[in-house]
């Protein structure tokens, strides 16, 4: 998992470039939810090259952005360059020193899979006061967009990624659980709250390809199957849906409260 993890720092322009925003909503809710303001203090675990960073820092709050790889601390950095209050640090957030004052949220957006399950729930509980927000961002690809075409791409996968399953299909945002069960089941939290949006993004063909990109398991691919790979998804997406095609994401927003004491 951790040289998986470290594949993003690989292109960290591209990841700035194709990676999608959050919804404005969502970002909304979580802003709401936390009571964010001047005086909030947040601390972001692995912000990447600021996407949910930028929308916290136009809030006025003090932000504390742990970010691991050095590529994608320096874009994040350029992007918050007009928001004083924002500090982006290079650091395995699982290894980086608290600090003595506490913070009133902690967020982790599309990451916290990544973090080592031991401490992923314990440390930000430390991080936070009493009554302090842990809200997660999840992500998930479902059906939806233009969905013939995420079924017929799957052959493409079957054929240069030995580890696809046969038969994989994306599921609608109906049918996928929450994320918010290890939450729930702590003790160092209550009032887990879940939140949804979805949101379809256009893609060219040039656009879907660079999205593929910042993806770990593509990346990981030795190089000539992810170039088949690539190839065939262009082809298809050129020759079957005239160079566009449509992606639907599901985000997730769980918000627990911590517990005093």
């Known amino acids: 998992m951790t040289a998986l993890r470290e594949t993003f720092n690989q292109d960290a322009e591209r990841y700035d470039r194709a990676r999608p925003r959050y919804p404005p909503e969502l970002v909304a809710e979580l802003a709401r939810a936390a009571g964010l303001g001047p005086h909030s203090r ?7 090259t600021g996407q949910l960073t930028v929308p916290l820092a136009e809030s006025g709050c003090h932000v504390t ?12 950095r350029r992007r918050l360059a007009r928001f004083p209050r924002v500090e982006v640090r290079v650091a395995e957030f699982e290894s980086w020193p608290l600090p003595d004052e506490p913070f009133d949220l902690v967020v982790c957006a ?14 930000p509980a430390r991080a936070l006061r009493p009554g302090g927000r842990l809200a997660l961002v999840l992500t998930e690809h ?6 013939e075409f995420f079924a017929r791409v799957q052959r493409c996968y079957e054929r240069w990624d030995p580890a696809t399953p046969p038969g994989l299909r994306l599921q609608p945002a109906s049918e996928i659980p929450t994320g918010s069960a290890e939450l729930e089941d702590s003790p160092l939290f209550e009032q887990v709250t879940v939140a949804r949006r979805t949101q379809d993004i256009t893609y060219s063909t040039d656009e ?5 990109l910042t993806y770990s398991n ?8 992810r170039q088949g790979l690539l190839t065939c998804v262009r082809e298809l997406i050129d020759t079957g849906y005239d160079g566009s095609v449509t992606k639907r994401y599901l985000h997730e927003l769980v918000v627990a409260t911590r517990v005093a004491g």
Do not use: C, N, Q
Request: avoid cysteine; hydrophobic fraction near 55%; charged fraction near 20%.
């Open 42 to 48: 947040v601390l972001e675990i692995a912000p990447g």
């Open 65 to 76: 952005a742990v970010e691991l790889g050095d590529a994608m601390a320096r874009v994040a």
């Open 110 to 123: 599309t990451a916290f899979h990544w973090l080592d399950p031991a401490v992923r729930v314990v440390k």
């Open 142 to 147: 479902v059906a939806g967009g233009t969905e």
């Open 208 to 212: 879907y390809i660079d999205i593929l």
């Open 218 to 225: 593509h990346r990981a691919l030795p190089p000539a199957s």
